[in-house]
């Protein structure tokens, strides 16, 4: 397999990222080539090396196929639009292929045909890919398939039918097959596609956030599924006035969404299935292709051209051009167990602008700044209870979870989930996943031990307020010693997150907050004292946590092939032993940052008073922040030099 060739860099249309959409091109192609060892002689499974998935060897092999069709039927579209001789050749490949590939794989008894379509099965979710890449190339591939060949198709792809399907973003699934199969005067259920899009308006929550099913479940699948698929149906169906509902709701999406990348194109690191990896940047293009973006046609292809270029720098796709199971680079503890070798190439969803044709505004205008880009920024997202901050100087994105938990996903007593439950995430940084780590849970986790080890876990989430630069929530937990709660706040300032945390636990228990784990090739620098603790890589990303009031020792803990982002990873905390029972107030002062950190330059600079339930701050500058937890919750914030003030609840209303 011949290595990536990039085109040249331009550093005038483009002038954050240096990127076009000949880079977008040369990397779908990269990415199209590379598979095509690795298929079945008639091209109708892609069988790629691997951990398998849960669902069998056929099912691995149909999501190859399906989804590497997905983004050959953008490229399809894309080099159709414009013909010519070089072009018609590379298209009619794609098309040869994948045609093959449709004959086969719904060939009765073939040696590779696929699995019928069942309740809840796999075969559900490639079939919407197939649909889509059906749609997307009609003209070229499905109206010229034979009649025998179209029938089979459409049978299949029937199979949808009746079917029951997972509660949550599955539902979606059926709804574009069907629209699909209608608009070839296929067997359909106009009350099953009805069904499905009233479903998932029990998990709006405004704002522009679906949860992901019941619950709190709040990532990347609100962009990549719960938006897409919608808007799909629309562009499929040609439904104006429901398609104008989700345009309206992607709309207020993207006004959010558009902070979660980081100056260099990192995506925040939180949430399942991330080794779909630039998949994450498809709300992006969809706002451009349903015309419900909020911003500037160049800040859609600055955002989304960084993160492309940020993976492809990491070393994404890897050596041999296939994409992974993992982030930057092949890392299982990151990955869930439904996912196969070729899952991670649901990040063709990331291609969704190549139909934008090639004087599309987002492909012909300049580059305009991204959020991080134009300075630090504090954005409160009561939807899914997320509490941004991000920081110009050296792009780092970092939110704050007092909302999103997956909770109905995990058992009751189970090990909580890190991508999920953590207090913390970021664009820099990742949660230890490895099982020991997830064990221990030390890295953005406020934990009560005790004697036997036990450990608090924050399952489930219990939200108090998001507003300003403030975000609360608590957990409850059982240990062997006694039942426990933790109240969490957490006010941010730049780079500066205070945690103030009142917790009720057993007499004799151990209080634990950690901060970010940071990860690197080799054993980040680290260093403690009683009252901090923080770890430095060699680019000079520090993690540090810092002692305000009620804790009494700090330190670190270390950890090897646990982390997304490197071998080494090392997670400052700090503790408090020998809880007297009854209620306790511990502040923090957590720090993730490219600066240097002097931790008791910081120490003596922030002011702490701790009144009962009430905790005042006073920062450098004289600014004050005024935070109430227990029975009556409140924030006030207090700028320096003003009357004015910051209060919730007040005229805001509650979260």
């Excluded at 997972?166 to 069907?178: A, E, G, K, T």
């Excluded at 929530?473 to 010693?481: I, Q």
């Excluded at 511990?586 to 003596?604: C, E, F, I, M």
Aim: proline fraction near 7%.
């Amino acid at each position: 397999m011949s290595r990536l060739e990039l085109p040249p860099v331009d550093g005038l249309g483009a002038p954050y990222t240096g990127w076009t959409r000949a880079h977008w091109e040369a990397v779908a192609d990269h990415l199209l080539d590379a598979v095509d060892p690795y298929a079945t002689p008639d091209f109708a499974q892609f069988r790629l090396p691997g951990r398998p998935g849960q669902a069998g060897l056929a099912s691995d092999g149909l999501e190859g196929f399906a989804r590497t069709f997905l983004l050959a039927a953008f490229r399809i579209s894309d080099l159709k639009r414009s013909p010519g001789a070089e072009r018609d050749r590379a298209a009619d490949r794609l098309l040869e292929r994948y045609a093959r590939g449709l004959e086969a794989g719904t060939a009765p008894g073939g040696p590779h045909s696929w699995p019928e379509i069942a309740d809840c099965s796999q075969q559900m979710v490639e079939a919407a890919s197939i649909a889509i890449a059906l749609h997307e190339t009609r003209p070229w591939l499905f109206d010229r398939l034979g009649a025998a060949v179209r029938e089979r198709v459409v049978a299949w792809l029937a199979g949808s039918i009746g079917k029951r399907t997972r509660n949550s973003n599955w539902v979606l699934f059926p709804v574009v097959i069907q629209q699909f199969l209608a608009s070839v005067a296929g067997p359909h259920v106009p009350e099953e596609i009805k069904g499905g899009l009233d479903r998932i308006e029990q998990w709006y929550v405004g704002e522009g956030w679906y949860t992901d099913g019941d619950g709190q479940s709040f990532d990347y699948y609100g962009g990549w599924a719960m938006h897409l698929y919608p808007l799909m149906w629309a562009r499929i169906s040609g439904d104006d006035e429901r398609g104008s509902l989700y345009r309206d709701r992607l709309r207020l999406f993207l006004e959010q969404y558009q902070h979660l990348f980081a100056k260099d194109g990192a995506p925040l690191h939180q949430g399942r299935s991330l080794c779909y990896r630039f998949a994450n940047v498809a709300p992006l293009w969809l706002g451009e292709l349903a015309g419900a973006s909020p911003f500037p046609p160049g800040r859609v292809r600055r955002l989304a051209d960084g993160v492309l270029r940020h993976f492809v720098e990491h070393g994404v796709p890897d050596e041999n051009g296939l994409l992974s199971l993992g982030w930057h680079d092949r890392f299982l503890p990151s990955t869930q167990a439904y996912s196969g070798p070729a899952s991670p190439y649901w990040a063709s969803k990331g291609f969704l602008g190549l139909l934008l044709p090639s004087d599309h505004p987002v492909w012909t205008d300049i580059e305009v700044e991204a959020p991080v880009d134009g300075g630090d920024r504090t954005v409160a997202m009561p939807g899914p209870g997320w509490l941004l901050h991000s920081t110009r100087h050296d792009g780092i994105v970092r939110v704050l979870n007092h909302g999103s938990d997956r909770a109905r996903h995990q058992g009751a007593d189970g090990v909580d989930d890190p991508h999920y439950t953590r207090f913390g995430y970021s664009s820099h940084t990742a949660p230890d996943t490895e099982d020991q780590a997830r064990r221990r849970a030390v890295d953005n986790h406020v934990a009560v031990l005790d004697g036997d080890g036990g450990v608090s876990r924050r399952r489930r989430i219990e939200r108090i307020g998001v507003h300003d630069r403030f975000a609360a929530s608590a957990y409850e937990d059982d240990l062997p010693s006694g039942p426990v709660r933790v109240e969490t706040a957490a006010v941010v300032r730049g780079a500066w997150e205070i945690r103030i945390h009142r917790v009720n636990a057993p007499a004799g228990s151990t209080v634990r907050d950690g901060g970010h784990s940071l990860a690197d090739a080799h054993p980040p620098l680290v260093n403690t004292d009683r009252t901090w603790a923080l770890a430095t890589r060699p680019d000079g990303l520090t993690s540090a946590i810092i002692a305000l009031h009620g804790f009494a020792s700090a330190g670190v803990s270390r950890a090897v092939a646990a982390n997304a982002l490197g071998q080494c990873s090392a997670a400052p905390y700090l503790v408090a032993p020998d809880h007297p029972e009854g209620a306790t107030v511990h502040v923090s002062l957590v720090v993730l940052t490219g600066d240097r950190v002097d931790p008791k330059a910081l120490q003596d600079s922030i002011g702490v008073t701790v009144e009962a339930d009430q905790v005042k701050v006073r920062f450098p500058d004289g600014e004050s922040v005024e935070v109430t937890l227990g029975g009556e919750p409140s924030y006030t914030r207090r700028p320096a030099d003003s009357e004015a003030s910051v209060r919730w609840p007040g005229a805001t209303p509650r979260v």
